[in-house]
């Protein structure tokens, strides 16, 4: 089993930026890749980056690439995403996932754990 908790987010201005952190705890070993995912209101939500644990790859969506950035602190157990830059476009609620998985998918559906979720809103 494990769950994941989120902490950041808020309020900021356009062209700030945000830190949003994913701390994981219980059985560490069902984790092989962890995802950061949106959703506005509306609409579906959407994949935003997510990185490999082997190989600290990461990937992003091409609306976030060069202003987002995902890394992971391992004796922490926790995963960050970095939000710089940020558009009002980005408002949205923010999920990690987390799962033993081959690959980054790029869709929730593989994900078996999930965040709380956490409210980012740019401001104008």
């Known amino acids: 089993q494990v769950q994941l908790v989120q902490s950041g987010g808020g309020l900021v201005q356009a062209g700030g930026s945000l830190r949003l952190s994913c701390l994981a705890s219980?059985?560490?070993?069902?984790?092989?890749?962890s995802g950061w995912f949106r959703q506005a209101p509306g609409k579906e939500r959407e994949f935003v980056g997510g990185?490999?644990?082997?190989?600290?790859?990461?990937y992003y969506a091409d609306s976030v690439k060069g202003r987002f950035t995902i890394s992971r602190d391992s004796a922490k157990n926790t995963v960050y995403l970095q939000m710089n830059n940020l558009r009002p476009e980005d408002t949205a609620v923010y999920y990690c996932?987390?799962?033993?998985?081959?690959?980054?998918?790029?869709?929730?559906?593989?994900?078996?754990?999930w965040g709380q979720g956490t409210q980012v809103t740019v401001s104008s």
């Open positions: 996932a987390a799962g033993l998985l081959l690959g980054v998918p790029t869709v929730p559906a593989p994900y078996r754990n």
């Open positions: 219980g059985d560490s070993s069902r984790i092989s890749v």
């Open positions: 990185i490999k644990y082997s190989s600290a790859s990461t």
